[in-house]
């Protein structure tokens, strides 16, 4: 079983839906709970949503951090930390169901198409990282 969870448990988790009890899911609900308050609250109260936002993604990597086995010298460097892609993940989620009460059809098509691409993308990302092909940056 691989330590990290599929995009197929991430995203259920995004819609509120974790099953078992493990840290990811349950911090990629958070996330995606508070991206919704910030698409429906003024700017000044989304400093304390910010705050909360580092604090899971940093959170999520320290975790990844520890559990995922080290890579070898050659493994590819990514360009972002898994909860900082978790945490667009959350966004992404966020924002796809906003659409849906959208009027705008080419928003909802395009909130969606977004969403998807980037879970491929993360199950590529769980998948190179699980195998030591890919190292994310560090958490500290």
Known sequence: MDALPTKDRVLAACRGDVQGDHP????????????????????????????????LIH????WVANQVLPTLGCARLHTESLGAVID????????????????DDSELWHAWERLAQLAVGYDDLKDE?????????SAH
């Open 24 to 55: 990811v899911l349950r911090w990629a609900r958070e996330l995606t709970a508070l991206h919704r308050q910030r698409l429906a609250i003024d700017l000044p109260v989304r400093d304390s949503i910010e705050q909360q936002r580092r604090a």
């Open 59 to 62: 959170d999520i990597d320290n």
């Open 88 to 103: 667009r993940l959350s966004k992404f989620s966020a924002c796809a169901l906003a659409a849906l009460t959208s009027a």
């Open 129 to 137: 990282v699980s195998t030591g092909r890919r190292r994310l940056p």
